[in-house]
């Protein structure tokens, strides 16, 4: 059976003048799970919050199966980006919403102890949960929130903190339980790379409003004719990108982290563009690490944590942006 949830002409205010979240129409449903993706501060949680009504919107409506989200408590799992347990030891801190709706033990244990090898929480069982390591502790809340098979399961950046084999341990288990139960499923993450890997539907999400293009490396500028056929604009002072594009006028474009190419120097590969520029963060991904250089205008790179140890990148190093014109996509 199709579940939905609809957001109406949603409009939250937080601070006015500062940031608003806005969104006219959304209608997700349990066949997919979906995943709002974007930038620290774009609204990823109060989105999610405002679908779990914890918070409530100034504006507009949020409905499940076209009716107002009364009723449903028991049967919305949520991970907030702060989740708390309770001062118990492992097994009964995941046991524990089993137990509250009086299922009976032999059928909690077996629940309690296959929920727990998913998420590789299994030599923890015993432990009080005040003598786990975050990481850990982030772990047990999921664990505690899937056992329970909600029909609406809404996830606040679940793998932040976590390292890289359990994030993958996290998204296999939230996979196995959306094929197995098909709940509503929303996730939230910073991680684009994650997106993809858990979904196909990204909402993307920007200074608190939904966008039809991903967020990263999106530029804005007058496309420029150059004597080889290609168009060029100017993403920074002295920086050009060269595409292909019949289009005229002002554009945007955007290119895919994925696709470009770190060097140390510039190197003569068939990639016409070359961006140089400093190294501001590097942030892990599972098996790839997401670097944003400053090449003027900040530009992210996807490359893998071997590409990233073997080049020796630190922080402050100047490295060299590659993309072929095909890279780049015209909006
Ligand atoms: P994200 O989860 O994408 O990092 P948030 O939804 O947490 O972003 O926050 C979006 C914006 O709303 C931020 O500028 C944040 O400071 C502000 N904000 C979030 N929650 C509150 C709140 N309870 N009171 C005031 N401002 C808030
Ligand atoms: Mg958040």
Same mark, same amino acid.
Request: charged share 20%.
């Given at each position: 059976?199709?579940?939905s949830?609809?957001? #109406?002409?949603?409009?939250?205010?937080?601070?006015?003048?500062?940031?608003?979240? #806005?969104?006219?129409?959304?209608?997700?449903?349990?066949?997919?799970?979906?995943?709002?993706?974007?930038?620290? !501060?774009?609204?990823?949680?109060?989105?999610?919050?405002?679908?779990?009504?914890?918070?409530?919107?100034?504006?507009?409506?949020?409905?499940?199966?076209?009716? *107002?989200?009364? !009723?449903?408590?028991?049967?919305?799992?949520?991970?907030?980006? #702060?989740?708390?347990?309770?001062?118990?030891?492992?097994?009964?801190?995941?046991?524990?919403?089993? #137990?509250?709706?009086n299922?009976?033990?032999?059928?909690?244990? *077996?629940?309690?102890?296959?929920?727990?090898?998913?998420?590789?929480?299994?030599?923890?069982?015993?432990?009080?949960?005040?003598? $786990?390591?975050? !990481?850990?502790?982030?772990?047990?809340?999921?664990?505690?929130?899937?056992?329970?098979?909600?029909?609406?399961?809404?996830?606040?950046?679940? %793998?932040?903190?976590?390292?890289?084999?359990?994030?993958?341990?996290?998204?296999?288990?939230?996979?196995?339980?959306?094929?197995?139960?098909? *709940?509503?499923?929303?996730?939230? %993450?910073?991680?684009?790379?994650?997106?993809?890997?858990?979904?196909?539907?990204?909402?993307?999400?920007?200074?608190?409003?939904?966008?039809?293009?991903?967020?990263?490396?999106?530029?804005?500028?007058?496309?420029?004719?150059?004597?080889?056929?290609?168009?060029?604009?100017?993403? &920074?002072?002295?920086?050009?990108?060269?595409?292909?594009?019949?289009k005229?006028?002002?554009?945007?474009? &955007?290119?895919? *982290?994925?696709?470009?190419?770190?060097?140390?120097?510039?190197?003569?590969?068939? &990639?016409?563009?070359?961006?140089?520029?400093?190294?501001?963060?590097?942030?892990?991904?599972?098996?790839?690490?997401? $670097?944003?250089?400053d090449?003027? &205008?900040?530009?992210?790179?996807?490359?893998?944590?071997?590409?990233?140890?073997? $080049?020796?990148?630190? $922080?402050?190093?100047?490295?060299?942006a590659?993309f072929?014109?095909?890279?780049?996509?015209?909006?």
């Amino acid at each position: 059976m199709i579940h939905s949830v609809t957001l #109406k002409n949603i409009v939250k205010i937080y601070n006015p003048g500062l940031f608003s979240l #806005k969104v006219d129409k959304l209608n997700l449903t349990n066949d997919r799970i979906h995943v709002i993706n974007g930038p620290n !501060g774009s609204g990823k949680s109060t989105l999610l919050n405002l679908i779990s009504t914890i918070e409530k919107p100034d504006k507009g409506s949020v409905l499940f199966n076209n009716e *107002p989200l009364n !009723g449903l408590g028991k049967k919305i799992g949520v991970l907030m980006q #702060k989740h708390y347990l309770f001062n118990l030891t492992v097994f009964e801190n995941v046991a524990l919403g089993l #137990k509250l709706r009086n299922y009976p033990r032999s059928k909690i244990t *077996p629940a309690v102890t296959k929920m727990m090898q998913k998420l590789k929480i299994s030599h923890l069982s015993d432990r009080g949960v005040k003598t $786990l390591s975050g !990481g850990e502790r982030r772990r047990v809340s999921i664990a505690q929130i899937l056992v329970l098979t909600p029909r609406i399961l809404l996830m606040d950046e679940p %793998t932040s903190n976590i390292d890289a084999q359990n994030i993958f341990a996290i998204e296999e288990a939230i996979k196995q339980i959306h094929k197995k139960f098909a *709940p509503l499923t929303i996730i939230t %993450t910073h991680c684009l790379n994650q997106a993809f890997r858990l979904s196909s539907n990204i909402i993307s999400i920007t200074d608190g409003k939904i966008t039809d293009f991903l967020h990263e490396n999106v530029f804005f500028g007058e496309a420029t004719k150059t004597n080889e056929g290609l168009k060029t604009i100017k993403i &920074a002072k002295d920086k050009e990108v060269s595409f292909i594009t019949e289009k005229q006028g002002n554009i945007y474009i &955007a290119i895919d *982290p994925q696709n470009i190419i770190i060097s140390k120097n510039i190197v003569p590969t068939s &990639a016409r563009n070359h961006l140089c520029g400093t190294v501001e963060k590097a942030e892990f991904c599972g098996p790839c690490v997401r $670097l944003l250089i400053d090449v003027g &205008a900040p530009l992210y790179a996807t490359i893998t944590r071997q590409s990233f140890k073997e $080049l020796g990148i630190n $922080l402050g190093a100047t490295v060299c942006a590659s993309f072929k014109v095909n890279s780049v996509k015209v909006l």
